[in-house]
């Protein structure tokens, strides 16, 4: 199988937890763009979907699927989602297509984080993949200068600004043993908007694609 077939494969598994009747946080990225285009088929089930980027919004509208803000929302029980990296605990890495500040956002809003990812996501420690961390411009050089005092190299993605108008620093050469730690500390740095490491509010279900069939994973 494809990469692109496991992540088909995993996004229509992921309508199961879809939920009747309500509204439901959609992330972003390729495998997410495959939940869409399988969302559509179901569209009258759910009342609208929150969005995590303005490439969503696009596909969902483009599916006639309606669009509804984050603040007109009381309850959002599932959030569906791709992750560069998981790791066992149910912590990832996120934002490798730049979403990271809505997409946590939405994350904290939702009761259920449903984690869509082929089987070349999962990883043992968090980090072969750079750590994406969006940052307010005028802190580029601070925020620089603290990440590599964490043990990082952080650089600056070329040419890309964030749905927020910010830029995103990737961060190499990390091993992320404790990541619940590494993000809070991240957190604190002033200038710093959203890490892109989800490890305080992990994934509740991770769906796993493989060749064998999806996956299922449930973190405590
Ligand atoms: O965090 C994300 C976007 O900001 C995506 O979920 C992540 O990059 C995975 O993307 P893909 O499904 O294309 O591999």
């Known amino acids: ?21 309500e509204i439901i946080g959609v992330g972003t ?5 495959f939940f869409i285009d399988a969302l559509a088929g179901i569209k009258d089930r759910i009342k609208g979907a929150v969005s995590s980027s303005e490439r969503s919004t696009e ?15 009381e309850k959002l029980s599932v959030y569906v989602d791709g992750a560069d990296e998981i790791d066992p605990s149910g912590a990832m890495i996120k934002g490798g297509g730049g979403a990271l500040t809505r997409e946590k956002i939405i994350a904290e809003a939702a009761e259920r984080f449903i984690c ?10 968090l980090g072969k993949f750079p750590l994406p961390v969006e940052v307010v411009p005028m802190a580029r050089e601070l925020v620089t200068r603290r990440l590599r005092a964490l043990g990082g190299d952080p650089r600056e993605r070329s040419g890309y600004i964030t749905d927020n108008g910010n830029l995103i620093l990737d961060v ?14 991240v957190n ?33």
């Open 1 to 21: 199988m494809t990469q692109d077939e496991l992540k088909q494969q995993v996004a229509a598994a992921a309508l199961t937890h879809v939920p009747h009747g």
């Open 29 to 33: 990225g390729s495998t997410v763009n």
């Open 59 to 73: 596909r969902m509208r483009a599916h006639g699927i309606t669009v509804v803000d984050l603040n007109e929302v």
């Open 116 to 125: 869509i990812v082929d089987q070349s996501k999962l990883v043992p420690v």
């Open 172 to 185: 190499h050469g990390l091993q992320i043993a404790q990541p619940r730690d590494f993000e809070a500390r």
């Open 188 to 220: 604190q740095i002033p200038g710093v908007v959203t890490v892109g490491l989800f490890a305080l509010r992990g994934a509740n279900v991770a769906l796993i694609g493989t060749a064998e069939g999806v996956q299922r994973k449930d973190f405590v």
